[in-house]
């Protein structure tokens, strides 16, 4: 009989691998885990489940789908070309604006040589180009010009909050002053026909559209116009950060959940993303990574606050009221708050 000293608890496992014990679950689901059961019923992961779970956790980390994943770990090479491709053209990216930043450092030394000398902001941008932003603007309608102070940039950020909480003027004042950002609204295109027209028109965003829908499809997502649409938006090259409404809207639960997946694990490009939910299929507050941050606007137009996903810290009871699942969402659906 196998000792059952080595085998953990969900909560012990999550924490060994970095995941959460929601992961583990739907690892499970997906038949890529088959933990064990104690006498009292409860899951126990093995040395053995515990190395396939690693082995999971850092696969989903390059990029690979739930689906991609089980064929990897049963053998099934035929998704490792096409993966590998794409980590390739991420890594080529990335030489490439390396190379990009020592020719300007060049440029920069060639002047101090002629006795020109730089400023301190094309230092930091030149010396630190990874480093995170510091960005402050005053505060829309309806907090009356309060100041916002972002500290830092993460790689998602949700905006949440409650009906007329002012959370969509926030967002768009944040695609106003973050540097080269773009806003996508609830509108986020005139006619699905336009969107064919553009992605016929653009092979490399059509290959990276495709890529994305595969992904998200193999994660249990469903294709849909809304879905095509937003993807068209993540995926266009140009904005340096990304403001999106209600990302959302038109999704599915399934479908939403996988996106969230994606955003976290897919996509290819690196630049940041903010984006407006009530969904707790998108802001699922036990699986929020320690490269997301949430933004919450009360409901008594008190100044917006960031608040962690840990029970007991402040903000935390007032996001976890403002999120539902997409069932209930879907019956609230196109209610606005009145507005003076």
Not at 222 to 231: G, P
Request: glycine residues 8%; proline residues 6%; charged residues 20%.
């Amino acid at each position: 009989m196998n000792s059952q000293a080595h085998y953990m608890n969900p909560a012990e496992a999550a924490r060994r691998i970095g995941s959460t014990a929601k992961a583990l679950r739907v690892y499970e689901q997906h038949g890529l885990l088959t933990p064990g059961r104690n006498a009292a019923g409860w899951r126990t992961y093995s040395p053995a489940e515990m190395s396939r779970a690693a082995e999971i956790v850092e696969l989903r980390g390059l990029g690979f789908s739930l689906a991609q994943i089980a064929r990897v770990l049963d053998g099934d090479a035929r998704d490792l070309e096409p993966m590998l491709a794409a980590h390739q053209t991420l890594l080529e990216g990335e030489i490439r604006k390396r190379a990009d930043t020592v020719g300007k450092i060049q440029n920069l030394r060639n002047g101090l040589a002629e006795g020109r000398k730089p400023t301190a902001h094309e230092l930091i941008r030149l010396l630190a180009p990874d480093a995170k932003r510091h960005v402050t603007f005053d505060l829309p309608w309806p907090w009356g010009g309060e100041r916002f102070e972002l500290r830092e940039i993460r790689a998602l950020t949700y905006i949440t909050g409650p009906l007329g909480s002012g959370k969509t003027r926030l967002a768009m004042r944040l695609a106003e002053t973050l540097p080269n950002a773009a806003f996508l609204g609830l509108q986020r295109s005139t006619s699905f026909a336009q969107v064919q027209a553009t992605l016929a028109a653009d092979a490399g965003l059509k290959a990276r559209v495709d890529r994305a829908l595969a992904w998200i499809v193999e994660d249990g997502g469903v294709v849909s116009d809304a879905l095509v649409i937003l993807m068209v938006g993540l995926e266009r090259e140009g904005p340096d950060h990304l403001v999106i409404d209600m990302i959302e809207q038109g999704l599915d639960h399934a479908t939403q959940e996988a996106l969230i997946a994606y955003l976290r694990f897919g996509r290819s490009a690196a630049r940041p993303l903010f984006f407006l939910t009530r969904s707790s299929a998108i802001l699922d507050l036990a699986s929020v990574g320690p490269d997301e941050a949430i933004i919450l606007c009360p409901a008594n137009h008190s100044p917006p606050i960031f608040g962690a996903p840990y029970p007991g810290t402040p903000g935390y009871e007032a996001i976890a009221t403002c999120l539902a699942t997409p069932a209930v969402r879907a019956r609230t659906e196109g209610v606005i708050a009145m507005r003076p």
